[in-house]
């Protein structure tokens, strides 16, 4: 195989449009994919991309952007989006998705500019579409492959390892997705669980915010598993009554049930506490109405036996979307030269504390172009030796991420407190280094990324956006950012998470930072 300029790794939006971008730009593009294309998280979304409707709408856009990140937003990313969004979303109009003419409403926007097809399943729309568009374009694909390692030179990444294989290349390209399902109960896919951000990590990139991740207010679960019921059912008019049949959300917010989804999340779990349940209704447009709409969700759910257009369904808030990810700047580019991140693997500053619903499908659209512009530009990588792969990870003998992720899951869920972090914190297991002749275990990739989550949520003595403790009830009253990475450490040393505080309003501060940035979290 020769030596391509790009490697992607993933290929939900973010990926395969970068990919066509890179072809586009004249790059030889390889895309790997752990299974079929399209794969990814982005088959999965039910409601949207979201994008100013024109020029006149991007203040509004911003506006609501901001408002949901509740401080925490990067105001040159937020400017950069709404500027960008709409004139990609019309090339995926143009490249074939096949998108309604009407635009819909979701929480936390002030007028309906979600973009939708397929009625209520755009995320397979854009998938299908843009993956046929991919092979057309000659981009190599290589499907049902894992990439175990990346491969740096000089402290530059020059390629990825997979298995036996090495594939060097000029620029690394990461969408691989969040980690929502570091959860045992969530609505991504299953194996959703931050590999690539831990890939990252072992590069020495520097994360970002993994606190935040946001929960979905409206899923209906049935046997351990989440079925996400779209936020666009709210936008259509949706109506949510807790177990005594009282509708609260008017009582707890202006925009009632289209507030931001932080709120919509923890009222709900307010409601379910103190009444028992709370239900989602949509019946009131008729069924016809409702089928045409909403036919996967209504498929969905007639598959576990509930009639979505007949009356009310029981919902709860579930894991749904990562906002923290790996640190980049405005082009996709990490702190460490030659990877690049894109999607909900990155933390460009976007979201903030709260993602706006369907800004993330957008997101990746903006970004993945912008990341092939800066593989792009990327001067050719020159071997100076023979490349070193990043260190593989392992546990001690006897312990599993299924042993542990209970824990997890209960400390860092929608709603956190001091005393439960720590306790978590106190028992977790350790995680070492190795040098790269042992293959790194996802239970031990797993165990590590959830350990910087709860060690970032303690740290985190506020509630903020999709951030809630219970005892910080207030937001500080400064925002900021928490950068994470791992502390260089000698092979069969233990992994350890070393972090540091950045003001927002110093967030274009050097993406390579100083080592004495940083301090240790302890256990």
Not at 158 to 171: D, F, K, S
Not at 210 to 239: K, N
Not at 413 to 418: A, I, K, M, P, V
Not at 457 to 472: K, V
């Amino acid at each position: 195989m020769s030596q391509p300029d790009l490697v992607v790794v993933g290929a939900g939006v973010a990926g395969l449009y970068a990919a066509l971008e890179g072809r586009r730009l004249g790059l030889q593009v390889t895309l790997i994919c752990a299974g079929e294309l399209p794969g990814g998280s982005t088959r999965w979304a039910q409601g949207g991309v979201a994008a100013p409707l024109a020029g006149w709408d991007e203040d509004a856009h911003a506006a609501d952007t901001l408002a949901a990140g509740r401080g925490l937003c990067d105001a040159a990313a937020v400017e950069t989006f709404v500027g960008e969004a709409h004139s990609h979303i019309q090339r995926l109009h143009d490249l074939g998705v096949p998108f309604a003419p009407d635009r819909v409403r979701e929480g936390g926007h002030s007028r309906s500019r979600i973009w939708h097809a397929y009625g209520d399943a755009t995320g397979r729309a854009v998938s299908e579409t843009l993956a046929a568009r991919v092979r057309e374009a000659g981009v190599t694909v290589l499907e049902h492959t894992q990439v175990d390692q990346l491969l740096l030179d000089g402290g530059r990444v020059v390629g990825v390892g997979v298995g036996e294989t090495r594939l060097l290349t000029h620029a690394v390209l990461l969408a691989t997705g969040g980690y929502g399902r570091l959860y045992p109960v969530g609505t991504a896919p299953a194996g959703t669980t931050g590999q690539g951000l831990v890939l990252a990590a072992l590069a020495g990139a520097v994360l970002r915010d993994l606190e935040f991740v946001q929960f979905h207010p409206t899923a209906v679960l049935h046997d351990g598993a989440a079925l996400l019921v779209s936020e666009a059912v709210r936008g259509a008019g949706g109506v949510l009554r807790n177990g005594l049949g009282e509708r609260f959300m008017p009582a707890l917010d202006p925009q009632a049930e289209l507030a931001p989804r932080d709120v919509v999340a923890r009222a709900i779990a307010a409601q379910r506490r103190a009444t028992g349940q709370v239900t989602l209704d949509i019946s009131h447009l008729g069924a016809a109405e409702v089928r045409r709409r909403f036919p996967n969700i209504t498929a969905r759910l007639a598959q576990v036996g509930l009639e979505f257009s007949a009356g009310p369904v029981e919902v709860q808030p579930a894991a749904h979307y990562s906002v923290g990810g790996v640190r980049t700047d405005l082009w996709g580019r990490s702190s460490v030269p030659g990877l690049l991140v894109a999607g909900e693997a990155a933390s460009v500053g976007l979201h903030g504390a709260n993602r706006l619903a369907s800004n993330s499908l957008s997101e990746g659209l903006v970004f993945g172009a912008r990341a092939a512009q800066a593989a792009a530009e990327l001067a050719p990588a020159r071997a100076s030796g023979k490349p070193e792969a990043t260190p593989a990870l392992s546990l001690p003998a006897g312990v599993s991420w299924a042993a542990v992720q209970p824990v997890f899951a209960a400390a860092a869920g929608l709603e956190r407190c001091g005393p439960e972090l720590q306790a978590a914190l106190d028992i977790w297991p350790e995680v070492y280094l190795h040098t790269s002749d042992k293959a790194t275990t996802p239970d031990a990739a797993n165990v590590l990324l959830a350990a910087a989550v709860l060690q970032a949520a303690l740290a985190r003595q506020e509630t903020r956006g999709t951030h809630a403790r219970s005892d910080f009830e207030q937001a500080a009253p400064q925002a900021c950012h928490a950068d994470l990475r791992l502390c260089p450490a000698p092979p069969g040393g233990p992994a350890v998470w070393e972090q540091r505080t950045v003001p927002v309003s110093s967030t274009d501060l050097d993406l390579q930072p100083q080592p004495n940035s940083f301090f240790a979290l302890n256990k």
